[in-house]
Each structure stands twice: as C-alpha cells, then as structure tokens.
C-alpha cells in the first residue's frame, strides 16, 4: 500500500470537481428512472387500500373486479403463502422480521393502518386498474385506533398485535408492554450525578410523524417468468434487501429472483425497504404477463416511509462551572405498524457528542396505527436532539456561559467512551467549536427587532458493513467500477475519483456503474451515510489489488521479480534500474500479451460508527402576530473528513439542512380521531419550496478518517440533525420563548408568544 | 372508456398527431403515448412541478391539462431544450455547477426556468425565487439551483452581447 497519513497526503483527484457522467442525460430528460420503463406486453397495477386505521378483514369480494373487461389479475392476502413471524439477521444493521415485511406488503387478517394494502388489480391500463380496484368488495370489522405513543403505552390501550417480536433496527429491543419494547443504554449512578448539580432542568418535547418526501414516487417493473425466475426493475437504496425479501415472502431460493437497480428520484431512507414486488410479482405470475406498479403520492403518504413522531422527556443537570453531571432520558418513538423503528439511533444521537458521566436513556419503540416507520436521513436523531441541544442551550443561558464555550467543557473527543458502549473513533471535535466561534456569523450583530440566533451541535454515526466493488482495467487504458450500491447523488463520480487516485490515473479513465445483484456480489444498501466512505474503502483496496497484478505483468515483461516492481502515480519502476519505466498505459497495451486484462472483485466490511459532526448557526425573524418564522441566515458547519467532491459534500450539506428545516416550521402528518391521514398531498404536506429558505452557506472541515485510507467519512446525514434545535433556539433569542413541539408551525409559537404576555401580564397586575 | 380523440400539436418545434382518451392529462399522453419521457410525475395533482412544460409560451403543469386540450397548441419539453449536441445554456449551468442530484425534478426545473428567463433575461434572486416556487426539489435546498439560474442568464447575456 502507498498510503501516508491522509492529514499529510497531497491528493491529485479527491477535492476537484469534475461533471458527473450521469448528468448529461439527466439534464437532457433521457436518464432511465423505473418509471420510463416499458416492456413490451407489460400491464399495470394498482392496490386497493384500507380506509380504516385498524379493522379485521372479514371477507374481500374481488368478483366485479375480475369481470372488468381489461382487468388481467386481482390478488390478495390469500394468494400469498403465510409466513411466519422470523427475525432475519442483518448483520449490524440489524434484523428483520420476515412476517412483519410481508404483512406490510399486503394486509392478511388486519389491517393496521388508513393505507394499507388489501388487494392488487393489474390491467391493460393503469385508469382501467383504478376502476377495477373501486368494484373490490371488503368487509370490516372495526377495531380502536391507536394513534400516539403516549396512548399506546397506556394501560388500557388496545392491543395491537396479540403476537410480535421486538424490534431490531440495528439494536435489539426487549418487551416492555404490549404495543411497545425498550432498550436501556446508561453509565453512571444517576442520583449522585443529580446530586452533585447546581442546575437541574427537566423538560418535555413532541414531534410528529414526518415523510421523506422524495419527489418520486415508488414505481417497479416485475416480470415472473415461466421458469420462476422473477426480475424486478426497479429504484432501491438495497437491491441485494429487496431481492433477500422478496425470495422469502414468496418461498422461491433467492437465485430466483434478479433485481436491476435503476436511476433513483430521491430516496433519503425511504427506498431501502420493500413495498410493492410481492403484490406485483404475484399479479405477473397470475396474468403471465410484466407487470408495473407506479404509486399516487397519496399513496406515497399513506403507506410508505414515514418517519416515527415522538414523545420524548429530558432531565438534565450542570454544576456552576458548566460541567455535565447527569442526564436521564426518556424517549419514546412511534414504530407505526411493526416494530423496528429507528429508536436506536434516537437514543445515540441525542447525547454522544457530550460527556456525561451519569447518565440514562430509556428507549421505546412504539407501535401505533401508522404506516411503518422507516428510516429518514440520520433516522430518529433530529428529534431527540431537538430536545436535548435546547436544554443546552437552557442551561448555558441560566450559567451565563458563551453556548461554545459551555459545549467545549462537555465536548466528546476521539477515544471517549459513548453511551452506545464503544469508544469514538477519531475526529476532531475541537476544531469544530474553534472554528464556529471564528466564523463572523457567530458574532454579526442582529438588526431587527424579533430576530434572534441559534446554535445546534450534534455528532452522528456513519456505518460500514458489506460492500461490495469491482474494477476492471481494459487494454486501452480505459477502467470500469462495478459496485452493488444505488447512487442517490453522485456516488458514481466519487467511486471513480477514488479509484482514479488510487490507481494513480485521471478521472477521465474511469467510469463507475451500479451493477444488479446477479453481477456484482452483496453490498448493503445506500444508507447510514456508508457509501462514499465504505464502498469507497472497498473500493480502494480492489484498486491496491489492481495494481499488484498489474506490477506483476510488468514483472514479467522486464523479467524481473514482482516485488523489485514498484508504481506511483500511475508508473511502474524499477527499485534496482532507475531509468526503467513503464507508464500506465503502456502497461495496458501489453495486458493482452500478459495474460489478459484484469479484473478484480472484493466483498469487504469497513469498520462502523465513523463519527461525523455538525454544527448549525441560524438567524431568524419571528413575526409576533402570526408566529411566522423566516430564516435570515443560515451557516452550516460539518466534518466530512477528505471532502472527495467539494460540491457534491455542499450539496449534502445544503439539502439535509432544508429538509430539516422543513421538520422543523412545517412537515407533520395530520391525523384524525379515527387515524385517516388528512395531509396526503404535498399541497398539505408542506415541504419547504424556494420561498421558503435562504442561501445555506455550507464550512467543511476535513478532520481524517483513519479508517478510509483517503480519510473520508460519509457526510450524507448529519445536516438534518440541527436545524429544528438551532431554530428553537434561535425563535428563543428573538422572542423568549421554548418550543416544545414539531414542527414549529405558525399557530403554535403565536399560542407560545400569546401565554408568554398572559403570563407576564398577570405577574404586572399582581405588582399592582 | 368513451372514445378516443385526434389531436395535433406541435412539440418541440415537430407537427405530432396523436389519439387520447379524454381522461388523459398531457403528462400521460407526452410519457406513456408519445413516450418523452422526460417530463417526470412528481404527484400528478399540481403541487410538485416536476411535469412543468411550457404550453403556447405558458409555464403549466403538465399534470393539469388534458391531453385533448392541447389540440393546436405548441408545446415545449425538456427533450427539446438541447439544439443537437449542444445543451442549452440552462442544462451546462445545471451540471456544470451541481443544480442537479437524484435528477428527478431537474427537467421540470429547467422548464420552469426557461419560462423564467424567456420572460425575464435577467432576473434577480427573488424574481427566480418566485419563478421556481411551484417546483419541488428534495435533494438540493435550492441553493445551487438559484445560482445556476443566474449563471445561465449571465452567460445567455454575454452570448448575445457577442452576437449583437
């Protein structure tokens, strides 16, 4: 390996930034999402959807809908096989229960929630689909809805699964009651930590169900042919996942079953799970034909991602000097339908990146008459450090402390213990805070009146595991990567910049593609910000490789030993002749004559929890009258260790940032008494549009990643954590008040402000 | 089913006929029978703008108009923004300055910002700000979109100040 110490190393490719091949025909309309495709004979699909939050399904009449002319299958719960409740490991990413998965895709005696598939119809059009699926006949048997955290862990709430597993989203959880299990993470002896504090705070927060809300909708292509050999053409963040699923709900061996990644429209956590292949593969098995399910964004709404809302209590204290001493933590996350929602996460994002020596969290996962919660950018954290970064921020105000300065006192550094139970791998927390406190934004003054500034740390955890990555060097130079992870935003151009610095080559050389599961080998899906840094990784020792066997070829035409053969920056030399060399694509012309070209294929597991950390600075106008927030200026600092394509990082910066911004003044599901969803446009579920937001100004620092040889870490989430606690800290300083709620829409900090003068006002009569 | 209808348009500069039923939106004709599918569905109800097209010069959703409403009309559509191999001053500025990630709303973007720049050369931040509002991008924040918008106006200026 020719890797010195990635602080001291001079990159020739990593920090440029060139034009992503895939853009072009992105730009130019010709780029292939799963729902520009088309077989030939291909039909279309559609479900049939429970209007209830919570029934059992009594019978479902499909006879009107099979006698529609045009209609070419109608499917059920029962045309599927039944599959027991079987936790399937995931390696660190956890587990997953297999009957859970397929009794999402298609409801068998309940449903569980407004949106839940019951039936599918596949006709000759998708208009002759929708009127098939309105003649489809089902008989209900009503059932309480369960509809919040808190009231499903109440006494007497109904239950809703007589018999579930715990949820396991990358940790196990344990049952605690029927419609919820826990998980403890802790250190300490939290009553003397208590004991030893001079300010103690305790507070409750709220937020709600929030939607990924990726501009396309989920769309796939099945085709089941006569031999049971399925193909699935479709926009997944894990294709080797859905393929694994699909195999299982259906009992066929997973050699069966062929998925072929195409172009993704925004995914964010949302695209990691499977929806639709079970329902579409059976109607292509029925109708003999290709069959492709496109979803309505009410659809999209109603039944795919979200993301949990929560309940969460945080009691907090700090002696005088500002020291952390104890800190207990309730959280309590919905899980929707089936258990497994992202309160993990939650729970170690909410305080690693402080130092507390007493300290509790009490996790929940929840299970309430919802869609099932998955995983969204960074999953579960924005909302337990909503809570927490405020009550820093309580805390910093009442010991009269700069906010970095009191962070600094409690930083985490490289090598502290976390609450997750593992040490933190290197990064370089203090020169975060150094470097916020430099920025002008830290100390421009404010201007108006109602204006106010907010800060918000957070430190996030990106995963590695499998990865999979193959190169293969061609006679005229040219080199294809081939790896098994879905490119959501640019990850194609940031494998080849470091293949092309590994190998010691240009950019242009290389090109990088994302191969199905029949031609690459497994690699875990495109999430926990694991791409660029873990396949990249893999990446770069199946370029070490390369260029082994490459120097081995040049071995044998100077009839030398392999090890004499050294190479850097793309030529070979000669340890014993210096005035021996062999350039790079000289080296290529000769493969054919040495034994052929070369390719390399590895499956490797880069090391998990790299640390990644953010800091936000906001600046907001609060408009009294109508409690109307806008955002006057926003600087969005975060890590990223070697930033492989500046712009792309900024872009992954800029884009969580607004979409936690979003979460933080508009985004929730609306809900009623009886559990329909009443937002299901994206009219009523507001996501933030160009009027909405500001320039995000984007400072990337680049501490090393010891476990990248480039020092890269991923850098896709960590920018959704602060917006909403650098918000309500800065709606704090322009108005004085605590917003306890997500999102912070209009109506309640103007009910905040309104109680805020009430109170005051009643305190001015009583001085009277 | 009631029966289908003959309509002529021109898209993209080209004389097209085609036969739609009259529950059909342009979006579908122009994706499913036309097959341009460029022009992407975001949420078919006029809320995403990613089926923006510019119809008789308008900037519209392609969603919300009927297919047989666009019987005489002209019609413009990312697949036509390109003059042979050279992109469109927008379409450079877009990928040359990262205004694009998962490219699923990009064409409709491009759209909007045609419309924008045909209408206003020289537009400042507000004004595109305006222009963009009723298109909905989830991966970017917007940020390097509004500054692509600029570019492309700064370099579509400059072109013309050469020429003239």
Redesign the interface.
Same mark, same amino acid.
Do not use: C, N, W
């Given at each position: 390996m020719n890797n010195p110490e990635p602080a001291a190393r001079e990159f020739r490719v990593l920090g440029t $930034?060139p034009?992503?091949p895939? !853009? #072009?025909d992105? &730009?130019? /309309? $010709?780029?292939? #999402?799963p729902?520009?495709f088309?077989l030939p004979n291909m039909i279309h699909g559609r479900f049939l959807r429970s209007p209830h939050a919570h029934a059992r399904i009594k019978a479902i009449d499909t006879s009107a809908a099979e006698t529609l002319p045009g209609v070419r299958a109608v499917v059920t719960g029962a045309d599927f096989p039944h599959i027991d409740n079987v936790m399937v490991s995931k390696g660190t990413a956890g587990m997953v229960n297999i009957g859970d998965i397929a009794a999402n895709c298609i409801a068998r005696d309940k449903v569980l929630y407004d949106g839940h598939a019951v039936a599918g119809v596949a006709a000759d059009n998708p208009?002759?689909a929708e009127e098939a699926v309105n003649l489809i006949r089902v008989e209900y048997e009503l059932l309480p809805p369960v509809m919040d955290v808190r009231g499903a862990m109440a006494a007497d709430a109904p239950v809703i699964h007589e018999d579930s597993l715990p949820g396991a989203f990358i940790a196990l959880t344990k049952k605690y009651l029927p419609n919820a299990s826990r998980l403890q993470l802790g250190s300490g002896d939290l009553e003397k930590g208590f004991a030893e504090a001079d300010v103690i705070l305790e507070r409750e927060f709220t937020s709600s169900t929030i939607h +990924? /809300?990726?501009?396309?909708?989920h769309v796939t292509t099945v085709n089941w042919d006569a031999s049971d050999h399925i193909t699935v053409w479709t926009a997944t963040q894990g294709p080797f996942n859905l393929r694994y699923h699909l195999a299982e709900v259906l009992l066929l061996p997973v050699a069966n079953i062929s998925v072929v990644p195409m172009?993704? !429209? /925004?995914? #964010?956590g949302g695209k990691e799970r499977m929806y639709l292949e079970p329902v579409a593969a059976m109607l292509s098995k029925k109708s003999g034909r290709p069959v492709k399910v496109?979803l309505? $964004?009410d659809e999209v709404l109603r039944a795919t991602g979200p993301s949990s809302g929560t309940y969460v209590k945080v009691k907090m204290g700090a002696r005088k000097d500002g020291t952390l001493v104890a800190a207990d933590l309730h959280l309590a996350y919905e899980a929707g339908a089936y258990p497994g929602g992202p309160i993990f996460l939650g729970a170690i994002a909410s305080t690693s990146r402080y130092n507390i020596p007493n300290i509790q969290i009490n996790g929940f996962d929840v299970i309430v008459n919802k869609p099932t919660m998955r995983p969204y950018r960074a999953p579960g954290a924005a909302q337990s450090v909503f809570a927490v970064e405020q009550i820093i921020d309580e805390l910093a105000h009442e010991l009269n402390m700069d906010l970095i300065d009191f962070r600094m006192k409690n930083l985490t550094k490289s090598g502290d213990l976390l609450v997750a139970g593992f040490p933190c791998l290197p990064i370089d927390t203090v020169a975060m805070m150094e470097a916020v406190k430099a920025h002008p934004h830290y100390s421009a003054p404010l201007t108006g009146k109602n204006q106010g500034r907010g800060l918000a740390y957070t430190m996030w955890f990106g995963l590695g595991e499998a990865s999979s990555a193959q190169i293969s060097v061609n006679p005229d130079g040219s080199v294809q990567v081939l790896t098994g992870s879905p490119d959501?935003? !640019?990850t194609r151009m940031t494998f080849a910049m470091q293949a092309a610095e590994a190998l010691g080559i240009d950019v242009e050389h290389v090109t990088a593609s994302v191969g199905g599961t029949e031609a690459i080998g497994f690699a875990l899906p495109t999430v926990g910000s694991r791409t660029t840094y873990a396949t990249g990784a893999v990446i770069c020792e199946v370029a070490q490789e390369v260029l082994k066997q490459m120097s081995a070829r040049v071995a044998l035409l100077w009839e030398t030993a392999p090890e004499l053969v050294t190479v850097n920056n793309g030529v070979f030399r000669n340890k014993e002749d210096p005035d021996l060399s062999m350039s790079y694509s000289e080296m290529c012309e000769k493969l054919f004559e040495t034994g052929g070209p070369i390719t390399v294929h590895m499956t490797r597991s880069p090391q998990s929890f790299i640390p990644g950390i953010a800091v936000h600075l906001v600046d907001v106008e609060v408009d009294p009258e109508t409690g109307k927030v806008d955002i006057l200026r926003y600087t969005a600092f975060q890590d990223v260790g070697k930033a492989v394509h500046p712009?792309?990082v900024? !872009?992954q910066m +800029?884009?969580?940032? &607004? +979409?936690g911004i979003g979460m933080a003044l508009n985004e929730g599901y609306f809900y009623d008494a009886e559990g329909h969803l009443k937002n299901t446009?994206?009219?009523d579920y507001r996501?933030?549009?160009?009027?909405d &937001?500001p320039?995000?100004e984007t400072v990337i620092l680049e501490s090393p990643n010891p476990s990248h040889p480039f020092g890269v870490r991923g850098c896709g989430e960590h920018s959704i954590i602060p917006p909403a606690a650098a918000i309500a800290n800065a709606i704090h300083d322009a108005v004085g008040v605590r917003m306890n709620s997500m999102p912070m829409a209009p109506h309640k900090v103007c009910a905040a402000i309104k109680a805020k003068q009430t109170a005051s006002n009643r305190r001015l009569r009583g001085q009277t | 089913m009631s029966r289908r209808k003959h309509v002529t348009a021109t898209i993209n500069g080209e004389s097209i006929e085609f036969l739609c039923e009259p529950r059909q939106s342009l979006l579908e004709v122009l994706r499913d029978l036309l097959h341009l599918t460029g022009t992407k569905e975001g949420c078919n109800d006029g809320n995403c703008g990613a089926c923006s097209v510019i119809m008789n010069g308008i900037l519209v959703d392609s969603c919300c108009v009927l297919g047989v409403e666009a019987e005489g009309s002209e019609i413009e559509t990312v697949e036509g923004l390109a003059k042979g191999d050279k992109l469109h001053p927008l379409q450079k500025a877009f990928l040359e300055h990262t205004g694009l990630q998962c490219g699923i709303c990009t064409p409709g973007f491009l759209m909007a910002a045609k419309a924008l720049l045909d209408k206003y050369p020289r537009p400042d931040e507000m004004q595109i700000r305006h222009w963009l509002a009723g298109n909905l991008c989830r991966c970017t924040g917007y940020d390097k979109l509004i500054r692509c918008v600029t570019i492309a106006a700064d370099s579509m200026t400059e072109a013309q100040h050469e020429q003239s």
């Open positions: $930034r034009v992503r895939d !853009g #072009f992105k &730009v130019l /309309g $010709r780029a292939l #999402f729902d520009d088309y208009h002759i +990924q /809300g990726y501009i396309e909708s172009e993704i !429209g /925004g995914a #964010f496109a309505r $964004r959501l935003s !640019g712009d792309y900024a !872009g +800029q884009g969580a940032t &607004v +979409q446009s994206l009219l996501m933030p549009t160009t009027l &937001v320039m995000i | -």
